[in-house]
């Protein structure tokens, strides 16, 4: 199959997470509020589903007691229709 032959769809995955669990996940970031944050957490979460998504942008809202993140994450498909992922659920609790 060439190149040509594949496009991506983009599915949007919506995450309501504990303040304390997101947190938890971004230790390692200088700054828990920058995208890439954003993103390690949305990755984490398909990882553990077994997703094979490639993660894109990520949008945060928080209050205070849940981070919101609705992320763009796209999955190669052929052009005979078939998408290769494991999962699409749209919101999902982490």
Same mark, same amino acid.
């Given at each position: 199959? !060439?190149?040509?032959?594949? $496009?991506? &769809?983009?599915?949007?995955?919506? =995450?309501?997470?504990?303040? +304390?669990? /997101?947190?938890? $996940?971004? $230790?390692?970031? =200088?700054?828990?509020?920058?995208?890439?944050?954003? &993103?390690? %957490?949305?990755?984490? @979460? =398909? +990882? !553990?589903?077994?997703?094979?998504?490639? %993660?894109?942008? %990520?949008?945060?809202?928080?209050?205070? !007691? /849940?981070? /919101?993140?609705?992320?763009?994450?796209? @999955?190669?498909?052929?052009?005979?229709? &078939?998408?290769? =992922?494991?999962? $699409?659920?749209?919101?999902?609790?982490?």
């Amino acid at each position: 199959m !060439k190149s040509s032959d594949i $496009t991506l &769809q983009i599915y949007h995955h919506h =995450l309501k997470i504990p303040i +304390e669990s /997101y947190f938890n $996940t971004v $230790t390692d970031f =200088l700054d828990p509020w920058d995208e890439r944050a954003y &993103q390690f %957490v949305v990755h984490q @979460y =398909l +990882e !553990k589903g077994k997703d094979n998504g490639i %993660v894109g942008m %990520v949008r945060q809202e928080r209050d205070e !007691k /849940y981070v /919101y993140l609705d992320a763009a994450v796209r @999955y190669p498909q052929a052009m005979d229709g &078939q998408v290769s =992922l494991e999962s $699409t659920d749209g919101g999902k609790d982490m």
